[in-house]
T-cell receptor
Framework: GDSVTQMEGPVTLSEEAFLTINCTYT??????LFWYVQYPGEGLQLLLK?????DKGSNKGFEATYRKETTSFHLEKGSVQVSDSAVYFC????????????FGKGTTLSVSS | EPEVTQTPSHQVTQMGQEVILRCVPI?????FYWYRQILGQKVEFLVS????????KSEIFDDQFSVERPDGSNFTLKIRSTKLEDSAMYFC????????????FGQGTRLTVV
C-alpha cells in the first residue's frame, strides 16, 4: 500500500542554519503531497502542499518540490528560527474526495539561539 | 479564524470503559476525519465521514469504534470497550469537499487507558 518515509529525528540546529528534512513516498497513481507542522501543544497545521509532479509548495520560508522521478518531497528552509521548533510530518493522499492522509512518523526539529 | 475544536484535551479511563471523544468541525466543511497517534508512532487514519455516513475506514476502525454526527455540529468518536492499546492522541479533522483543499486539524485528545 501507499506509504511515507521520513528521516528520523530529532534534528537539532542553530538559528539561521539550513534545514532539510527528507521525505520519500510509495504510491500508486499520482498522489498529492503535504507537509504538516505541529507546534508544541497545538494541532497539526498544513505547512505546504503540491498536487502534481514538479510543483513547488512554499510557505513561511519553507519549500518542497514534488519529484516524481525520485518519489521525494524534501522540506527545506534556508535559515531556521527558534520559532520553527516543532514536529514536521510529511503526508500523501490520493486525489479522490474524502480519502485519508497517509503520514510519515514525523521529524522533531529543535532550533537553538 | 475558524478552527476545529476537540474536547476533552485529556481523558483517563479504565480498561473496558466506553469513551466518547468530541469534535466540532469547521461549520461549512463537509468531510470529517479521525486520526490517532500512538506515542512515538505514525499518525494513522481511522475513518472519514461524509453526508452522514462513513466514506472510508482503516482496518484499525473495528467494531469497537463508531462515529456519529448527532446534531449537525458535533462529530464524535466512540470507543465501546477501551483497551490499553487504545491509549493515543486522537485528532479530528475536517475539510470543505476534498482533502486537497486542506484538512484542518484539532489540537487532539490524549486518551490514556489504565
Amino acid at each position: 500500500g501507499d506509504s511515507v518515509t521520513q528521516m528520523e529525528g530529532p534534528v537539532t540546529l542553530s538559528e539561521e542554519a539550513f534545514l532539510t528534512i527528507n521525505c520519500t513516498y510509495t504510491a500508486t497513481g499520482y498522489p498529492s503531497l503535504f507537509w504538516y507542522v505541529q507546534y508544541p501543544g497545538e494541532g497539526l497545521q498544513l505547512l505546504l502542499k503540491a498536487t502534481k509532479a514538479d510543483d513547488k509548495g512554499s510557505n513561511k520560508g519553507f519549500e518542497a518540490t514534488y519529484r516524481k522521478e525520485t518519489t521525494s518531497f524534501h522540506l527545506e528552509k534556508g535559515s531556521v528560527q527558534v520559532s520553527d521548533s516543532a514536529v514536521y510530518f510529511c503526508a500523501l493522499s490520493s486525489n479522490q474526495a474524502g480519502t485519508a492522509l497517509i503520514f510519515g512518523k514525523g521529524t522533531t526539529l529543535s532550533v537553538s539561539s | 479564524e475558524p478552527e476545529v475544536t476537540q474536547t476533552p484535551s485529556h481523558q483517563v479511563t479504565q480498561m473496558g470503559q466506553e469513551v466518547i471523544l468530541r469534535c466540532v468541525p469547521i461549520s461549512n466543511h463537509l468531510y470529517f476525519y479521525w486520526y490517532r497517534q500512538i506515542l512515538g508512532q505514525k499518525v494513522e487514519f481511522l475513518v472519514s465521514f461524509y453526508n452522514n455516513e462513513i466514506s472510508e475506514k482503516s482496518e484499525i476502525f473495528d467494531d469497537q469504534f463508531s462515529v456519529e454526527r448527532p446534531d449537525g455540529s458535533n462529530f464524535t468518536l466512540k470507543i465501546r470497550s477501551t483497551k490499553l492499546e487504545d491509549s493515543a492522541m486522537y485528532f479530528c479533522a475536517s475539510s470543505r469537499w476534498d482533502l486537497n483543499t486542506e484538512a484542518f486539524f484539532g489540537q487532539g485528545t490524549r486518551l490514556t487507558v489504565v
